[in-house]
């Protein structure tokens, strides 16, 4: 019996949102419903949407973000699980059947993601990086013992990755609208408060966003969003006052990737001192990747420094 509500938002998409519908269509386990949700686009997105006819269920709403067209179709969605997919990646067709199987095995998960292909102009990667030897050793999948220590060492859960029991999304509540970027990470957390992970360590998602942007213009996606970054402190006000003591160290490392994030995104953006005191606050929970030690050591060598590395940053974002 079909038991998956299918939830893709979908902003100014037209020229992907197509292969998102299609790969829902065409699941070896049928879902229940398919619930696309239209985010004031201003394209030819609706007309693309609207295409398909009842198979698929079209909402309209003025333009709000990602978080608020999700929770759009979360009121309205009425299957026991939910699989929330963006308009620019898509499933393989196994993803249903087998997300579906792992939590009817598993009764008191919350919610399981699959391993995950993401397709970038620098080169395809999978996360969990090490999903081949997960998969040989644990076939059916595995309960994560520790879900905040194991993402923020693996960086494993992308939105199209996940499924989620609709009895957890009850508990919980929907998504947080007022977070324009990272809201599906905030929820990821949120989730973990309530009950445990799992994960099916087969590549079932792509994602294609990175190439989607390119092709439709990289700053002209992100540069809105940039302007809307919030803070870390907004990012985590549902989540800490839910977690056990045990969850906390991985999870601040989970804060410091997202930390990082908005710190760029904030000098990209025109914030610079607020990416600046992001950096003081949370640097020592950050990923050690390139872009945040310039920022680490420009802020140690001064302002003017923290001013060139930001005209360095804006250099290069442009040339993306």
Not at 126 to 133: I, R, S, Y
Not at 265 to 291: C, F, W
Request: hydrophobic share 40%; net charge neutral.
């Amino acid at each position: 019996m079909a038991a998956t509500s299918v939830i893709i938002p979908a902003y100014n998409s037209e020229k992907s949102v197509s292969a998102s519908i299609d790969s829902a269509l065409s699941q070896t386990v049928a879902p229940l419903e398919i619930i696309v949700v239209d985010d004031g686009s201003t394209d030819g997105t609706a007309e693309v949407i609207k295409a398909y006819g009842g198979i698929v269920r079209y909402l309209w709403q003025e333009n709000a973000g990602q978080g608020a067209a999700r929770n759009t179709g979360l009121a309205e969605a009425k299957g026991e699980f939910i699989a929330l997919l963006d308009a620019d990646d898509y499933w393989k067709p196994e993803f249903i059947e087998r997300m579906e199987g792992f939590l009817r095995a598993h009764p008191d998960l919350v919610a399981a993601s699959c391993a995950c292909l993401a397709e970038r102009q620098g080169g395809d990667y999978h996360t969990p990086a090490h999903h081949a030897d997960l998969l040989s050793q644990h076939p059916e999948g595995l309960v994560l013992d520790d879900f905040f220590e194991f993402w923020a060492k693996h960086d494993h859960v992308r939105t199209g990755s996940v499924l989620i029991r609709h009895d957890a999304v009850k508990a919980v509540g929907l998504q947080n609208p007022a977070l324009r970027i990272s809201q599906d990470l905030e929820y990821w957390a949120l989730l973990a408060t309530q009950g445990p992970w799992g994960l099916l360590p087969e590549v079932l998602w792509v994602g294609t966003s990175d190439k989607v942007a390119r092709q439709t213009g990289w700053r002209k996606k992100y540069a809105g969003r940039r302007k809307k970054t919030p803070t870390v402190e907004a990012w985590e006000a549902r989540v800490l006052p839910r977690m056990s003591a045990d969850q906390v160290e991985g999870f601040k490392r989970v804060r410091g990737r997202v930390a990082a994030g908005f710190a760029v995104n904030h000098v990209l953006g025109g914030s610079p001192k607020t990416g600046r005191d992001i950096i003081r606050q949370y640097g020592e929970d950050m990923p050690h990747g390139a872009t945040i030690k310039i920022l680490k050591k420009a802020d140690r060598m001064g302002s003017l420094a923290w001013w060139a590395a930001g005209k360095v940053l804006r250099y290069r974002d442009a040339r993306k």
